[in-house]
């Protein structure tokens, strides 16, 4: 009975809805409307209503966006028999439709997420199931696999029911039988090194014959050569943290069906987009808003899928699926997929238990994300989430916003040229007057950015998204028509983690930016030359001139992303403020370790004494380590130093000489996974709509002027070079 009176509440509400949103009224009308609900939800969330208001806020810019689909749907769009105007006003139309569609999706998805599930605290080691780690490498530096490799022997877990495998795609038979001489020689000099350091650090060693399926096939060899009950797989450059197993394994008991158990990504370096617009320490980064908000809204509908790395995965499961998806390069979320449909769960943790590296050069960012795409329109293509037998409804829902969104780059090219078709060549693509225009559009606007606000609060900034998906979309485009084109002709390739940006220069892949922008400037000229010469249509020219505005400030501060800055150090450091000793010469020194990256330390010596430092000079650090390894010591080089009062700070290379030390810098790094949560909430703040929007413009116009200048810069140093020549 209960669910027969829902049924007929929901009905109600929903011809109510749609009544209210197709009922015929004047400008003033919809103004007024709008300013209501407007004022409604902004009152919500300065009173900070959670719970059902939430909903409530959500429902009320929910029935404004339904009600501009309407007048856009019957009144706004050009003649069919005008063909000049009616095809780029469709396409516009078009994609304001799918955004509103992303929008519901989302809506869906995230609008309640389901709470951040506690961890795991029973313990019982003799209930403990075996763990296999898988590490997949390719071409990764053995300084970075060494910290990963010695991150996960470091494990708090019987060493009796773990074992860790180092997967090595990089000295396969194939490579080092290869025709090209050089390139045989450097993979069986990998396989000779990388076998070396597996036996120091007391890890398998796995390689295969055929470098086949990628990613999979290399996670495929490793099941068909490992026995545990669990698989955890950590990318290369992903370390984890002690507890990483503890917390995540226990869940597998109370659920025999699940297969998966997913944990977020947490970085520490900034992406090229954060380091070059120098908002890492200040903003939450791009991936927060996926790992923060949408994971969890999709756990909320057993949605949460398999992200590559930083998982534990259930044997049984893969056996059932015959081991991990090779159809598409996104082995990770077509796996999850597969195993959805057939009935198994999956759990997402919202703690960050491991730490990694993002790219550091914006081509090999822009090369990262296109693997992403195009992978997810294979999956779109071959396996259709929203027909995929097996799958809830909810699941298909879920599934269709994950693969969807990476269409993006179709509609973000849209709304970035859509004002030259009326500002170059006069085609009217929208038929309505400019009172019209900001009575439904602006309002639509407003109360599709107050809805994300509430959506995703504090976890993605006003026009952050808007920026990140127009900096990508110039490069993303051409890669995702050509997947849609050839669905098969995609193939993986690793992303490059381990480059550095030593000086400033223009991205490689920079140029597409600056003709826009010059583009989109002139386009602003002749929208200003419009006003004045054509009076009796400045309300449309004033409308379309700033949308095109709009345009240019994003544009603007895209110069920033792609001019490179230059950076002394190759990884970012981490504060730890640990107590330790330091070695000079004989003689020992109370010390606290005060912050930590991949390469080094800072270290600060407190005494009177501290004579006889100078540069390159070795010293040790002695250190009480997390794990359970003894008091030691690691050997390192000091690179500076700086001494006020009875405080010297000491800024250290490590200097590695057996696998002990690399477990001592993976447990300096790595072992506390705490730091990375109280480094994540200290960027958490919600700066509003208003101060959200004046920060960004104030950002754009500081990131456009360097763009420009660096411009310049290169510009004249390429003329200065040929005219040497």
């Known amino acids: 009975m209960r669910v027969f009176l829902s049924a007929v509440v929901w009905a109600l509400a929903s011809v109510l809805i749609i009544t209210l949103v197709t009922l015929p009224i004047n400008t003033r009308t919809q103004l007024i409307a709008s300013l209501l609900v407007v004022g409604v939800m ?65 809506l869906f998805v995230v609008a309640m997420p389901l709470p951040p599930r506690p961890p795991y605290t029973k313990r019982q080691d003799h209930d403990l199931p075996t763990v296999d780690v898988f590490v997949p490498t390719y071409n990764e530096d053995e300084g970075l696999l060494a910290n990963t490799l010695a991150a996960a022997r470091n494990l708090d877990y019987p060493p009796e029911k773990l074992t860790v495998w180092l997967l090595d795609d990089g000295g396969t038979l194939q490579k080092r039988k290869s025709a090209n001489v050089l390139d045989a020689r450097a993979a069986e000099q990998r396989h000779n090194s990388l076998k070396l350091l597996c036996k120091d650090l007391g890890v398998n060693y796995l390689t295969r014959d055929k470098n086949e399926h990628a990613k999979a096939g290399n996670l495929n060899n490793g099941l068909k050569h490992s026995t545990g009950d669990l698989v955890a797989v950590f990318d290369a450059d992903h370390a984890p943290a002690r507890d990483f197993l503890l917390e995540t394994v226990g869940f597998f008991a109370d659920d025999p069906k699940l297969f998966l158990v997913q944990t977020p990504h947490f970085f520490l370096n900034p992406d090229p987009v954060e ?11 791009e991936n927060e808003m996926f790992y923060g908000i949408i994971q969890r809204g999709l756990d909320k509908w057993d949605a949460a899928f ?35 449909s057939r009935g198994w769960h999956s759990i997402y943790l919202d703690r960050p238990l491991i730490a990694g590296l993002q ?35 909810p699941q298909r829902l879920c599934y269709m916003s994950s693969t969807l969104f990476w269409l993006f780059p179709f509609p973000r090219t849209i709304f970035l040229f859509a004002p030259l078709f009326y500002l170059f060549f006069d085609l009217q693509i929208f038929t309505s007057s400019g009172g019209e225009f900001l009575v439904y559009s602006l309002a639509y606007m407003v109360v599709n950015l107050m809805m994300q606000n509430y959506l995703y609060g504090s976890f993605r900034w006003p026009w952050i998204s ?67 010469s054509e009076p009796y249509k400045a309300d449309v020219t004033l409308v379309v001139g700033g949308w095109n505005l709009l345009n240019i400030i994003l544009a603007g501060c895209a110069l920033g992303v792609v001019s490179e800055r230059g950076e002394r150090q190759s990884s970012r450091r981490v504060k730890v ?149």
């Open 466 to 532: 808007e920026l990140y998906e127009y900096v990508q979309t110039v490069h993303l485009l051409p890669a995702v028509v050509s997947v849609m084109l050839n669905p098969r002709k995609p193939t993986f390739k690793v992303t490059a983690k381990d480059e550095s940006v030593s000086v400033s220069r223009l991205s490689e892949i920079s140029r597409p930016f600056f003709v826009i922008f010059f583009v989109l400037l002139v386009a602003f000229a002749i929208s200003v030359y419009r006003v004045y």
């Open 359 to 393: 790219p550091a050069t914006f081509a090999s960012f822009i090369g990262q994300r296109s693997r992403w795409a195009q992978g997810m329109m294979q999956i779109l293509r071959f396996r259709f989430p929203p027909l995929k037998r097996g799958l809830s409804f």
């Open 306 to 340: 398999f992200c590559g790395s930083a998982a534990v995965l259930n044997r049984k499961a893969l056996d059932v699926s015959n081991g991990f998806s090779g159809v598409s390069i996104t082995e990770d979320c077509e796996t999850a997929l597969d195993l959805h």
């Open 275 to 285: 380091r070059n617009l120098r908002t890492f320490e200040k903003m939450p980064s």
């Open 42 to 106: 902004a009152i919500i969330r300065v009173l900070k209503a959670e719970g059902k208001w939430r909903l409530v806020a959500l429902a009320f810019g929910s029935a404004m966006i339904l009600r501009y689909v309407y007048w856009r749907t019957t009144s706004t769009l050009p003649p069919v028999n005008q063909l000049e105007n009616f095809i780029p006003g469709l396409l516009v139309y078009l994609a304001e439709m799918y955004s509103v569609l992303m929008l519901a999706l989302s």
């Open 577 to 725: 403020s640990r107590r330790c000793e330091f070695g000079i010469d004989g003689r020992w020194f109370t010390a606290t370790i005060e912050d930590v990256s991949a390469n080094g330390t800072a270290v600060q010596v407190y005494t009177e004494g501290f004579q006889g430092i100078s540069v390159e000079k070795l010293g040790t650090l002695r250190f009480q380590p997390y794990s359970d390894l003894p008091v030691s010591d690691l050997p390192v080089e000091i690179r500076n130093f700086d001494t006020v009062g009875d405080v010297t700070t000491i800024g250290c290379r490590y200097k590695p000489q057996k696998a002990t030390d690399h477990r001592l810098i993976a447990d300096l790094i790595f072992a506390n996974s705490a730091q990375w949560t109280q480094f994540q909430i200290s960027r958490r703040h919600n700066p509003g709509i208003i101060g959200g929007t004046i920060w960004f413009l104030g950002l754009a116009i500081y990131q456009t002027g360097r763009g420009l200048s660096y411009l310049v810069r290169n510009t004249s140093r390429d003329s200065a070079a040929a005219s040497r020549r």
